[in-house]
């Protein structure tokens, strides 16, 4: 069974909001099995709404359509639907009776405009609405079957919950369901996206059942398998011996998976290990001690962080040595490993991590360019310190810096 | 002049990512005059790509491509082009060449599967990557002129900054632009939305030319004013009397205008004055440095700041006396004091910035509940202490408190 999702609203095409309802009901669908083939989006205009209706329903065997069923003057939903049905829109007094309701409720008066939500094209059905006024609408376009929600998310998500999930479900019975695909996402770093592909080889190929893609955000690579199966359970054991296999290729450049950030699996691997940590920042400005933080309860293992913007703060606070900065200069190996050592000792942890690099767009030379930045570890072991030349804009190379020191301590940590 | 934009990956039909890259280009093509008609995403499949691409040029005359141009087997956007086009995919020796100078600057070794990426069906044109190795391709499908960039939000936007941008103001000449939608934001922080909303009054009815709305994020609300006009000049002067009754109403709570950020006002402020500033923060981890730090050429006024994340760190770092932290605990208008006035000393600026709270989930009780924030600045006219409750989840509350701590210091600096 393959659906469209189609999202309705001037300020999606004008750019001024970000569609995020159309993500989320596609992950709703593929868990029920249904297979969203199309995205599209159009403006608050009859036409191109009634346009697109037509199109989808000739094309898919199920519609999800959100926005346009607001009171205000700008929704067109509903008279597109009336308009693709041939049929006029007439007053549902259910409708009605539970919009007035919703006003009393609220101890406000319901003005006139509101009407025109109770209004259904003749032979649609009504979407009761948990959460506001509009109620939905459910719709059969020649052989598909059309289902309406208001754009606002929690509105159309209480919606789904409520009515259109259970109504997918039946459709998917009588209409020979299609399979659920099951997804498992593995989360990389330590490579680029083309030599991990090379690892991977044959398991990438198309047409494999799991189907194994890949994205990459600021060094990470999210490798994605989909599984396509009667079931959820089906799915899992399409995917673990898959699993497997890529595990064994990749070793230790999986570091998590599904949504499981870095930050979480560092301060998994300290807390297991009863270890401390601290941080001495330049470049990222204390970005990555931001990270390290924003996993609840990191005071279990992260004590203090130095962000040592200037030089002369790298002297007072971090006790760099001016000689090492003037020979060197601050983007340098010693300097990192100095920066780590010292304030591994003044912070009394068991690891320290430094970062110091040029972020750009200024400062860079011919022999320190833009994207240089040294990664210091200091620990029990001693200091490392790893060089890295990161492209992209400042945020990028700031964010893939802070990536590559969690990493560095995540190895560290695993002995490797 | 119409556009359709289209998004190519597995990812977005099956609900693993929400794209951003359809909003990014429809404001920057409704800044350029060109109306965005239409948003389409497909997933990695060459016949449903193949088809989007036949459909949107029949009916629009620019077409923006995003995804699909990486170096593995599901990007499949280049084949999709060529079979189109009804013409083979070639080797285009200096993206090849380009290539291969990207990966001998990061010191790697190209691996095969890269070659392709320097494929390019016979008569499009290559257009240049700044930030990757995939180039992006310029062709002409039947009446419609089409561009393809990378789904890396990063390359997409400096490959449409670099090359696309330009192209399609020329192409706007040729054929006789649309009217343009000038658009306006002002940024404000300190109030709600709906009190906003009231100071406001009739300037935010709809039906006006230019119409005025707002969004809210993280306590910042944007409030944009969008003008229909035959042209640039045309709408500049019809939003250019009402933002002046608008800040006449909201005086200080608009902090910037379109893209500024509260960390760059603060930091012209800063420069302009020849001050300087540290932090101190806690629960908010190193964000704060990190976001003031975002800003290039920060150094000029920023200094150092210090995470004191544990109590032991608030005493040894910044001396904050024990005696304090035991009475009034932590998270107090005391700490926060202590701490601001003492990273101002240490680190010898003009101003610091404190930040201590509790971010939640855990560590919440009646009378110290998750959201409550101590905001300290010190200056050379003393220590001030803001006391803030915000509400939403851990990184709303860090997010949040960060731009507390920036508005408190706007608004000393402005003298307010």
């Known amino acids: 069974m393959q659906a469209i999702i189609i999202s309705i609203g001037d300020e999606l095409v004008l750019g001024q909001a970000v569609d995020t309802n159309s993500a989320w009901l596609s992950a709703e669908l593929a868990r029920l099995g249904v297979a ?40 067109l939903t509903r008279q597109a639907l009336a308009q693709v049905l041939g049929t006029p829109l007439e007053l549902h007094p259910p409708s009605l009776e539970r919009i007035q309701a919703f006003f009393d409720r609220l101890g406000r008066e319901m003005v006139s405009c509101n009407r025109v939500q109770a209004m259904l094209p003749r032979g649609a059905e009504a979407l009761e609405n948990p959460q506001g006024t509009a109620p ?52 990389c770093l330590g490579t680029g996206e083309s030599n991990l592909a090379e690892m991977l080889g044959e398991l990438m190929a198309r047409g494999r059942n799991p189907v194994v893609n890949t994205t990459v955000a600021l060094g990470i690579i999210s490798l994605r398998l989909n599984a396509s199966a009667a079931d959820e359970a089906a799915g899992r054991a399409l995917i673990e011996p898959v699993e497997a296999q890529i595990r064994r290729r990749l070793g230790n450049l999986i570091f998590g998976v599904d949504e499981e950030s870095l930050a979480g699996v560092v301060g998994r691997l300290l807390r297991q290990r009863q270890a401390t940590l601290a941080t001495a920042e330049s470049c990222t400005g204390g970005l990555l001690g931001g990270e390290i933080t924003a996993v609840p309860s990191a005071s279990d293992y992260f004590l203090a962080g130095w962000v040592t913007y200037s030089n002369q703060a ?39 991590l ?5 972020a750009g767009p200024a400062g860079g030379t011919a022999e320190k360019p833009v994207g240089l930045v040294y990664i210091g570890l200091a620990g029990p072991e001693g200091v490392t310190v790893e060089r890295h030349v990161f492209h992209g804009d400042r945020a990028t190379i700031r964010r893939r810096s802070v990536h590559a020191a969690l990493n560095l301590l995540r190895l560290r940590l695993l002995g490797a």
Chains 1, 2 share one sequence.
């Open 36 to 75: 969203v083939v199309e995205h599209v989006t159009v403006g608050d205009d009859l036409e191109r709404i009634a346009a697109s209706l037509r199109r989808a329903a000739a094309a898919a065997d199920v519609l999800l359509v959100t926005g346009g069923l607001g009171p205000t003057a700008d929704d």
């Open 136 to 187: 939905g609408i459910k719709a059969r376009i020649g052989r598909a079957v059309a289902f309406f929600t208001p754009g606002v998310p929690s509105e159309m998500k209480a919606m789904f919950a409520e009515t259109i999930a259970s109504a997918l479900r039946e459709l998917a019975r009588q209409r020979g369901g299609s399979a659920a695909v099951v997804s498992r996402t593995l989360r």
């Open 314 to 352: 790298k002297q007072r606070l971090l006790e760099v040595p001016a000689t090492l900065l003037e020979q060197h200069g601050a983007v340098s190996a010693p300097v990192a490993g100095a920066l780590a050592a010292n304030a591994r000792r003044l912070a009394g942890s068991t690891h320290a």
């Open 354 to 358: 430094s970062i110091t690099g040029i």
